[in-house]
């Protein structure tokens, strides 16, 4: 099958014409860029929505945080999760606008978006702890490609399904041969030309392919096969779950990038499919 009417310039244009991001998200985004901003002008603005306003709460009151005495206002909460993370967690919000909006199979789409972004925050606990709100929110936004694809032509998914199938190949080799573009380079694009950070645009460019990873900074580098690592994780971990720990550690080749021994990827699969139930269920962070 060759690609025919889909095009590339489409998909980002009308990107660019719906209005996924919601005011207050674009507001934060930009107070927060600011250098000189204070914490009482960015709480000034959160506080005028109260649903962000207790989904801030939540995060800062988190295990993932782990504060001694939980947040009592406003103030506290957001200097718990610090400008870094209170950044991520509005590019979260903006994320799941996106992916629960699209003209898509999004409920499927969000799940597994969930479950990358939550394991990808427990391996950084594990291994990377200073990557731990970058971890999380390129979890969540890996795939965002997808969605706008999905927006703007609708059948490809199911077009992409039975391609793989017919033609043995993987998924993310039959949208190629469709589209003759992919979502990884089209998330990319689109975030950032919203402005988000580079690290988090070099995580959707390359998390299907980071062979060619090495001009880009060490940072994204770490996060990138960090992302990548929780992505098969979520992919694979029921047909994981009945092999051994030294078979999973084949199966995760990726795992190498990490230095991961079968005892310690047992131990951090386990972790991670308690988190996709505690956090997943409470809609923690989203």
Request: with cysteine; hydrophobic share 45%.
């Given at each position: ?208 392919s980071a062979d060619d990873i090495e001009e880009i900074c060490i940072e994204s580098q770490e996060i990138i096969h960090l992302v990548k690592l929780a992505n098969i994780v979520s992919n694979q971990y029921e047909a994981m779950s009945d092999s051994s720990p030294e078979n999973m550690v084949e199966i995760l080749h ?33």
């Amino acid at each position: 099958m060759q690609a025919t009417h889909y095009k590339i310039e489409e998909v980002i244009e009308k990107a660019e014409c719906l209005s996924y991001m919601p005011t207050i998200v674009l507001k934060l985004m930009e107070r927060i860029s600011d250098p000189d901003v204070t914490v009482h002008e960015i709480v000034a603005v959160i506080e005028k929505d109260q649903g962000l306003v207790a989904r801030i709460f939540k995060v800062a009151n988190s295990s993932f945080y782990g504060r001694l005495q939980k947040a009592e206002n406003l103030t506290d909460a957001v200097i718990t999760l610090g400008l870094r993370g209170l950044k991520t967690f509005v590019i979260a919000q903006a994320v799941k606008q996106v992916l629960t909006t699209a003209d898509v199979d999004n409920h499927s789409l969000w799940e597994h978006a969930v479950k990358v972004s939550i394991s990808s925050a427990v391996l950084a606990k594990e291994l990377r702890y200073d990557m731990l709100e970058d971890a999380l929110v390129s979890g969540l936004v890996h795939d965002i490609g997808k969605a706008f694809i999905g927006s703007v032509y609708p059948e490809v998914y199911s077009l992409t399904h039975q391609t793989s199938i017919k033609d043995q190949i993987t998924c993310e080799e039959a949208e190629q041969v469709i589209l003759d573009f992919n979502h990884a380079e089209v998330g990319a694009l689109i975030t950032e030309k919203w402005g988000f950070p580079q690290k988090i645009v070099d995580v959707i460019r390359h998390h299907h392919s980071a062979d060619d990873i090495e001009e880009i900074c060490i940072e994204s580098q770490e996060i990138i096969h960090l992302v990548k690592l929780a992505n098969i994780v979520s992919n694979q971990y029921e047909a994981m779950s009945d092999s051994s720990p030294e078979n999973m550690v084949e199966i995760l080749h990726f795992a190498g990038a990490f230095d991961l021994t079968p005892d310690r990827l047992t131990h951090l699969l386990n972790e991670i499919k308690v988190r996709w139930k505690t956090e997943g269920e409470n809609g923690l962070f989203y």
